[in-house]
């Protein structure tokens, strides 16, 4: 019931469709909604939340194990599980192709709804 509640109050809580804005984004607040609506298929959203837990899993094996010259296998695997699940289960392009920092960050808000309890996935 609470988490119920507190989805309620967060930006697109049911990731329902957005128009693309053709004259952009001035604010990551204004293009969250859109990117949450890019989401909308369940498989999608779960290979984001994988995907995104792995990264953070790898860079702290990385940095625990002084590793630092792999960081690319955090974004290789990171982005990987996210273009599957747009490809295959979406069926629409990423993102991050239009709006690669505004994408970024909205894997990561997306992540800590989820990981907190405040957002179903």
């Known amino acids: 019931m609470a988490v ?12 329902s469709k957005r128009a693309y804005k053709t004259e952009g984004y001035k604010s990551f607040e ?7 609506s890019e989401h909308c298929n ?4 779960r290979l984001h939340l ?5 990264v953070v899993g790898i860079l702290a094996y990385l940095i625990l194990t002084r590793q630092p010259k792999f960081w690319w296998i955090a974004l290789v695997q990171g982005y990987g599980f996210a273009w ?10 990423p993102a991050t192709f239009k709006h690669p920092i505004y994408s970024f960050m909205g894997d990561w808000k997306m992540w800590y709804e989820v990981v907190s309890g405040r957002r179903k996935f």
Do not use: M, S
Not at 42 to 45: L, M, V
Not at 50 to 54: H, I, M, P, Q, V
Not at 84 to 93: A, D, M, S, T
């Open 30 to 36: 204004e293009f969250y909604p859109y990117y949450l």
């Open 84 to 93: 599957i699940g747009h490809f295959i289960f979406e069926k629409n392009k």
């Open 42 to 45: 369940t498989i999608n959203r």
């Open 4 to 15: 119920q509640k507190l989805n309620k109050e967060i930006a697109n809580h049911n990731y």
């Open 50 to 54: 994988l995907a995104t837990t792995n």
